[in-house]
């Protein structure tokens, strides 16, 4: 069974670093793109940006592009969203999602993401 | 930057047919796939390269792209199938980008 599963909530301040994670797990990882969506609340899905886990190649959105870096771990199965200074606005709900025939057909539950002082 | 159309509501009757556009520039020559989100949960891919339906959907759940618009038709629509939908397009050039969503409601 394939499972993608996220890591918990995090509440931070303005400026904190944070780095969240997505574990796959019932499929080849390496092998497969892993992308990252943004939801802030009540509003519409984001596509962030997306690696490949086999080579750690990546894309970002030019609207995420120099904000947040997505980084893969292949000895662990498991990628990674991260930010090196937060901002309110970062406040969202963070979803990965497997990729395949250019598609997202598997996602994980997703991570809240509070940032406030 | 590409960009995404899609009405921000679409209501409809149950039982009868549902169709959620999506616009942008050219978009048959790009992918497009279609997302199903419930309130409280993860998005469910429920059509995929245009027209395309993973295991696990219903029959009534199609897809076409054609021009510079793809269309999510749900024929027989049912209470469940209210949710927020959002299309997806991707190629080479663009990398991926999600239309704004559309709440279905089903009256």
């Known amino acids: 069974e394939v499972q993608l599963v996220q890591s918990g909530a995090e509440v931070k301040k303005p400026g904190e670093s944070l780095k969240i994670s997505c574990k796959g797990s019932?499929?080849?990882?390496?092998?497969?793109?892993i992308g990252w969506v943004r939801q802030m609340p009540g509003k519409g899905l984001e596509w962030m940006g997306i690696?490949?886990?086999?080579?750690?190649?990546?894309r970002y959105s030019p609207s995420f592009q120099g904000q947040v870096t997505i980084s893969a771990d292949k000895s662990t199965n498991t990628a990674y969203l991260q930010w090196s200074s937060l901002k309110a606005s970062d406040t969202a709900i963070y979803y990965c999602?497997?990729?395949?025939?250019?598609?997202?057909?598997?996602w994980g539950q997703g991570t809240m993401v509070t940032v406030s002082s | 930057s590409y960009e995404l159309t899609q009405p921000p509501s679409v209501s409809v009757s149950p039982g009868q047919t549902a169709s959620i556009s999506c616009s942008g520039d050219?978009?048959?020559?790009?992918?497009a796939s279609w997302y199903q989100q419930k309130p409280g949960q993860s998005p469910v891919l429920v059509i995929y390269?245009?027209?395309k339906r993973p295991s696990g959907i219903p029959e009534r759940f199609s897809g076409s792209n054609s021009g510079n618009t793809a269309t999510l038709t749900i024929s027989g629509t049912q209470a469940m199938d209210e949710a927020d939908y959002y299309c997806?397009?991707?190629?080479?050039?663009?990398?991926?980008?999600f239309g704004g969503g559309t709440k279905l409601t089903v009256l």
């Open positions: 690696i490949y886990p086999g080579d750690s190649a990546t």
């Open positions: 019932g499929y080849i990882f390496t092998t497969s793109w």
């Open positions: 390269e245009d027209d």
């Open positions: 997806l397009a991707w190629d080479s050039s663009i990398a991926e980008v």
């Open positions: 999602a497997r990729r395949t025939d250019g598609s997202y057909s598997f």
């Open positions: 050219n978009l048959e020559s790009k992918y």
